[in-house]
């Protein structure tokens, strides 16, 4: 984790963001939930299980990155 903590702060530094840490996972978060969200819709109404596998891999995902969260 800190490994990827220190390259997302380089890159944040070399684009001159002030953004934490933690708004990077809370962005991180919300676009694999709207990701989660978009599977289950797109899964209505079929007989197809990918699109729902994907998303409880999304909402897995979610759950992890608020693990990391210096606020958590």
């Known amino acids: ?6 390259r997302a702060a380089l ?3 070399a684009y001159g963001s002030d953004a934490t840490w933690d ?5 991180a978060s ?3 939930h709207d990701l ?12 197809k299980p990918q699109p729902l596998t994907r998303a409880e ?5 979610v759950q992890y990155l608020r ?6």
Request: zero cysteines.
């Open 1 to 6: 984790m800190n490994d990827a903590r220190s």
């Open 11 to 13: 890159i944040l530094r």
């Open 23 to 27: 708004d990077v996972l809370r962005l």
């Open 30 to 32: 919300i676009r694999l």
């Open 36 to 47: 989660a969200q978009a599977s289950i819709a797109k899964a209505e109404g079929r007989d």
């Open 57 to 61: 891999g999304y909402e897995r995902d």
């Open 67 to 72: 693990s990391l969260s210096v606020g958590a």
